[in-house]
Structures are given as structure tokens and as C-alpha cells.
């Protein structure tokens, strides 16, 4: 009898060490998981899309993620296939991460949001941005869509700087990044309000000297503030590295005379 007991005792350990031991395994690939996301986030504010989606793959890949991990993952596969311009890779991705979501939640919304703007359902998009705002109004996500929506990114029938302002804003301080900063600097020029706008593109040209849209922003930006020798020697500077540059400086000069 004693034995009996004994080794049934034996048997629920093992069992309970085993669950432990699988526990703690499914919590090391999840954190590995994350950690191969973050990796991916930097590579895509550093503009490295390719690289990001290298490390948000090798993420998505790892077993024992919850559907909140595998939803955010493939939001970031999503969000980059579309810098990449490689739009129905992100509409299938925006879709596979609405699905790990409840239906009409704030993610889901978010998520499928993203899957109308790509086929040209703005007005769809727009309400349902709207709703998941109503929810989450501090969320980067939503934020950062709205604002880009009403900067007429999506279509220039949405177009609203002054309305735009209020989501750019706010993503900016939610999350500090070159591309939130990149689009509040862009919102600042459309208000011609070019101080602020200068003090942006400034900011991120300086820390990413290598992405050649900053360096012409900065130059138009400084052009309208009539500080033309700094705007010509920015413009000097970026049709040397890159000349199929110097038709769009000569056409914004002229509209600017």
C-alpha cells in the first residue's frame, strides 16, 4: 500500500515537473519571440524593412505565442510589406491579425482598417478608426492612421491638416520615433506653419542623414522660410548623391519663386 501511494505520488510529480518544465519552455519562446519582434520594430524606425521583416518572420515562427503576440507580430509584418509597397503581402497580414482578436474590438478594428484603406474603402476605414478611437483614444495605432488619413495620405477627399494635428500629435507623443516625427513635421508644413516644421525635419535629417527625403524636406522647408542658402546647399548636397532629384528642386522652385 505504502508502495502504491509512493509511486503515485512519483506520478503526479513527474506530471507537475513536466508541466513546469513545459510552462517555462512555452514562456522562453514567447519571450524570444518578443525579443525578435523589438528587433524588428528598431530595424523598421531605422528604415531597414527587410531586415525587419527578417526578425518579425522569425518571431511569428516561434511556437507557443498567445494571439496577442501573433496579432501584434503580424501587424508589424503588415505595417511593413506596406512601407514596402508591397500591398496585397499587407493586406493578408492585416487580416491574419484582425483574426487573432474579438470581432468589433479595438485591435480588430485597427487591423481591418488597415485591410479597407489598401482596397480603396477609406470612408468604411474611416468609421471604424473612429470606433476603435472611441476606445483607445492614447493608442499609437489609431492615432497614427487617423492622422495620416486626414493628412490625405488615403485620398485627399479626407484631407484636414487642422483635424489631423489632433492624431498626430498625440502618436508623436505617444511614441517618439522618426516616423511619427516625420509625419507631424509633414502636417506642420501643410499648416505652413514652417518654424515647427523646420525644427522636426532638422531633427530627423541630423539623426538619419542617409534617408534622402528628409535632407529635401529640410531644404524646402528652409526655402519657405527664405533661408535659401541653407535650403541651396541642402538641395547641392542631395542632387550630389542623388540627381534624379534635381527636376522635383527645380519644379518646387519655381511653384516658389
Known sequence: MINRISSLTNRIMITGLLLFLFSCQDMATEADAIKKNQEGVNHMNEGKYELAL????????????????KGTIYRNIALTYHELNKLDS????????????????YDYLVNMAN???LTGKGTVALVKLLKAA??????????NTLGL????????????????????????????????????GRNYYALAKYELAEMHYERIHEQY?????????TGMIKYKLKKTQEADLLFDQ???RDSSYRATIEVFKDNNR
Open 54 to 69: 527578417t526578425e518579425f518572420n522569425e518571431a511569428i515562427n516561434n511556437p507557443g505565442l498567445t494571439l496577442i503576440s
Open 90 to 105: 499587407s493586406i493578408h497580414f492585416s487580416t491574419l491579425a484582425a483574426k487573432c482578436y474579438k470581432k468589433n474590438s
Open 115 to 117: 485591410v479597407d484603406i
Open 134 to 143: 472611441a476606445m483607445d483614444p492614447d493608442d499609437l495605432s489609431v492615432n
Open 149 to 184: 488619413i486626414y493628412l490625405g495620405d488615403y485620398g485627399e477627399e479626407f484631407a484636414d491638416p487642422e483635424k489631423a494635428l489632433i492624431y498626430n500629435k498625440k502618436a508623436f507623443e505617444v511614441s517618439n520615433s522618426r516616423i511619427t516625427e516625420d509625419i507631424l
Open 209 to 217: 542623414p542617409d534617408v534622402l527625403i528628409y535632407a529635401l524636406n
Open 238 to 240: 542631395l542632387i550630389a
